[in-house]
């Protein structure tokens, strides 16, 4: 069974410019989350779909964030503008709706110079 | 508001050890609590998942026990080898509107050397 695919695995960008990154779910999960890891923290939890709807964006910082699941498959997280605050891991997860259990991806690392 | 807290924050242990990481968490009303491993630079690697109905999970040469009531959790790692020096996350998991929004502590970072 393929596990969560996540790209780009790292990206640099610059103060003020843009990005986005990719996530693709295990089959059949229906649930998505994005969850934000700053180094030497644990992950915490951005956004998270069930099928192509949000449940819960409480924490997501709509400012400069957005994310979007169109089809109830793929998600994209997109950050503009960047602020050096930014700078993290970005990791997406699904979860299998009989155990409960999150899956999670390799993440994106994020650096904003 | 769930918060969730790792101790040691960092261990270092001879090959071979057996090994206790703890977790505890504020809000005792989960619906289950998930342990993870991380190798630098990589996602996380689901270890064991405990429901709250459960008292413990075995995987192995893991271990992972929850105990609700006193907000508490444990993984034991038996015999221990350097494969295992990585971080290690526990993560409580709500019921109701919030289930499976996990609410992770700080990890555990476990160096086991030759």
């Known amino acids: 069974e393929a596990g969560v695919a996540q790209s780009p695995r790292y990206k640099i960008i610059e103060k003020r410019q843009s990005v986005a990154f990719w996530c693709n779910p295990i089959?059949?999960?229906?649930?998505l989350y994005w969850y934000q890891q700053i180094l030497g923290q644990g992950p915490k939890l951005l956004i998270q779909?069930?099928?192509?709807?949000?449940?819960?964006d409480s924490q997501l910082p709509k400012d400069r964030f957005s994310a979007e699941r169109l089809k109830g498959v793929d998600s994209t997280l997109k950050i503009q503008p960047a602020k050096l605050e930014d700078s993290a891991v970005y990791l997406c997860?699904?979860?299998?709706?009989?155990?409960?259990?999150?899956?999670f991806g390799e993440g994106s690392r994020l650096t904003v110079l | 508001k769930q918060e969730v807290t790792q101790i040691p924050a960092a261990l270092s242990v001879p090959e071979g050890e057996n090994l206790v990481l703890n977790c505890s968490f504020t809000?005792?009303?989960?619906?289950?609590l998930q342990w993870f491993r991380q190798d630098p630079g990589k996602g996380l690697t689901s270890l064991l998942l405990?429901?709250?109905?459960?008292r413990e999970q075995t995987s192995g040469r893991l271990n992972a026990s929850l105990d609700k009531s006193s907000g508490r959790s444990t993984l034991y790692i038996a015999a221990s080898q350097p494969g295992d020096s990585a971080t290690y996350l526990c993560?409580?998991?709500?019921?109701?509107?919030?289930?499976?929004?996990?609410?992770f502590g700080q990890g555990t970072i476990l160096t086991v050397h030759p």
């Open positions: 089959s059949g999960h229906a649930t």
């Open positions: 809000d005792s009303a989960i619906y289950n």
């Open positions: 405990i429901q709250s109905s459960q």
């Open positions: 997860a699904s979860r299998d709706r009989f155990t409960g259990e999150l899956f």
């Open positions: 993560a409580a998991g709500p019921g109701g509107t919030s289930y499976g929004k996990l609410t």
């Open positions: 779909f069930q099928n192509n709807g949000v449940v819960d």
